[in-house]
């Protein structure tokens, strides 16, 4: 990681440190809230009575050991589990105060809001800038081919890209290296305007200078967007997390600030988690 992140995130720990002992009273606000949510695929229950809310425009990691249920919590936000057969889902998923699950939202729209971005990179097989085009043309979400083009650009700016592909355009997706093709499945997701941006361990097929990358890039995000970030890399998740939540067999079993947490866990559990003995 570069020390202008380094030094950006310890600024910002102070100052969170110094908010959180200003405000007893007033919480942050929270964009997701999560309640008693239990979720089973057939006989196996993978979530037990997980309560998380996921506060706005910060970093939240979700961190445990493998299998222990991260990706199916962050799944869950936005209905990518709709389609699993034998899914089940009981509890409150709330976003922006709506219930994510209720019969009024569709599923498509929501992720809309609620964007995601894969362990593997998975552009679409066409030019760059049809991938980021994309779902700004099936949702009509463009005035003008200028606007679609402003569109394409501006995501591909944000998510750190657009200095490596400017001239390259019309090229196939496919022929980026792993890390741009990652950054260009975050500047798709960021062309539909969503709010939240769910990660699933995002960086880690990539080498380390384009892990660096990735990671400056959701620290610069999380001025516009929430981001939930699913990281098995305790490293990285001390390096850009606001909020760390540690996940062990389906339960969660702390949350609380990236300081609070590695520093003064308060279960037991978080502290053998965290100094490698817990596997
Ligand atoms: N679609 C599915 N069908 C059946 N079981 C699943 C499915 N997805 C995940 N699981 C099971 O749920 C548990 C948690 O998986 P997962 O959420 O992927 O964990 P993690 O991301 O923490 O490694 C595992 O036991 C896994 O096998
Ligand atoms: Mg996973």
Redesign the pocket.
Known sequence: MSEELEDKNAQESAEEEKEELSMTQVSQEQIISVSNLNVS??D?Q?LKAVSLGIETKRITVIM??????????IRTINRM?DQ?S??KVSGDVLFNGVDVYSKDVDPALLRLKIGMVFQKPNPFPMSIYDNVAFGPKIHKMFSSKDDLDNIVRTSLERAALWDEVSGRLKENALKLSGGQQQRLCIARALAVKPEVILM?EPASSLDPGSTSKIEELMVSLKDSYTVVL?SHDMRQAARVANRVAF?YK?QLVEVGTTAQVFENPTNKLTEEYIQGRLV
């Open positions: 695929f057939g196996l993978v445990g050991p493998s299998g222990c249920g991260k990706s199916t919590f589990n699993v034998d899914f699933d699913v996940l389906g």
